[in-house]
């Protein structure tokens, strides 16, 4: 998968989850809604881009992986 790709996929898949767990979060209120998704959207490219194009997704994934020692 290309870079473009996999950054257009990680956006819309980081977008879903903040509108999910906003929807949780959030009081049923559209204005508090709003107020409270809407930074975690614009947000989320930065956060896609560094994933992708910044070695983001190795550098999560060595957190999580057990040492051989």
Known sequence: MGDFRAFVV????LDA???????FLAPPDPFLQLLLVGPALLLA??????????DGFVRVQ??????DE
């Not at 990680?10 to 898949?13: D, I, N, Q, V, Y």
Request: aromatic share 18%.
């Open 45 to 54: 490219p930065a956060v896609s881009w560094w994933l992708v194009y910044r």
């Open 10 to 13: 990680t956006l819309l898949a």
């Open 17 to 23: 989850v903040i509108f999910v767990v906003g929807s």
């Open 62 to 67: 060595a957190l999580f992986e057990p040492d």
